[in-house]
């Protein structure tokens, strides 16, 4: 298995452009889970989703933040319109249930906005 | 902050020998989890333990829990260069609380 798929690896982009992050989970796996990380606040759960359903984002920062999960192998992760304090590294993980299973994590995606 | 934290923040130690590393939680936990974050890379998980089990070992890794004060440490022996990374805990039971991480250093 080729593990998650996180794209882009790396963005740069402009403060007021929107940003879209895409994550494609371990086949098989029923919850996603979407992070970010920084320095000062560590790695922070944004959203998750359980068959495709959002169940809890309330660690979204704010309305420019939105998750979709489409279908079982593809979600993404919008931010419109970005700011510099987005900047973070962003992950996308994976497991087979919700509750205390083995989350799988990507290689993420380096966000900088300036 | 309804994160965990990890004690030390830094440990710099010599190749071989054993590093411990401390967590404490704040909510209740239907289990934890270690993690390791190589620089520059997603986390990959290394060792559950669940709140009804008080140690468990995995390899060089031995993880034990303590429920009455909310806190879990992780020991690897024999350490090595590649251990260098940094570990958290996580509580991933009902909720999904990362800890704040601690960087280790092992020196060649």
């Known amino acids: 298995d080729a593990g998650v798929i996180q794209s882009p690896r790396h963005e740069v982009t402009e403060m007021g452009q929107e940003v879209t992050l895409r994550c494609k989970p371990i086949s098989g796996h029923n919850s996603l889970f979407w992070y970010r990380q920084t320095m000062m606040r560590g790695l922070e759960l944004l959203i998750y989703?359980?068959?495709?359903?959002?169940?809890?984002d309330s660690g979204m920062p704010e309305d420019r933040f939105s998750a979709k999960m489409p279908n079982a192998s593809f979600s993404t992760l919008k931010i419109q319109p970005s700011e510099p304090r987005d900047s973070a590294v962003y992950f996308c993980?994976?497991?087979?249930?919700?509750?205390?299973?083995?989350?799988?994590f990507g290689p993420g995606t380096r966000l900088l906005v300036l | 902050s309804q994160q965990g934290e990890e004690d030390p923040q830094a440990l710099s130690i010599q190749e071989g020998e054993n590093a411990t590393m401390n967590c404490s939680y704040k909510t209740s936990i239907n289990n934890l989890q270690w993690y390791r974050q190589n620089s520059g890379r997603g986390l990959v998980h290394l060792i559950l333990?669940?709140?009804?089990?008080r140690e468990k070992h995995s390899g060089r890794l031995r993880v034990t829990l303590d429920t009455s004060k909310k806190s879990s440490s992780l020991l690897i022996t024999a350490s090595r260069a590649a251990d260098t990374a940094s570990y958290f805990c996580a509580n991933t039971g009902n909720q999904f609380y990362f800890g704040t991480g601690t960087s280790l250093t092992v020196i060649p």
């Open positions: 993980a994976s497991s087979f249930l919700a509750g205390g299973e083995t989350q799988y």
């Open positions: 989703f359980n068959n495709n359903v959002p169940i809890d």
């Open positions: 333990i669940r709140s009804n089990e």
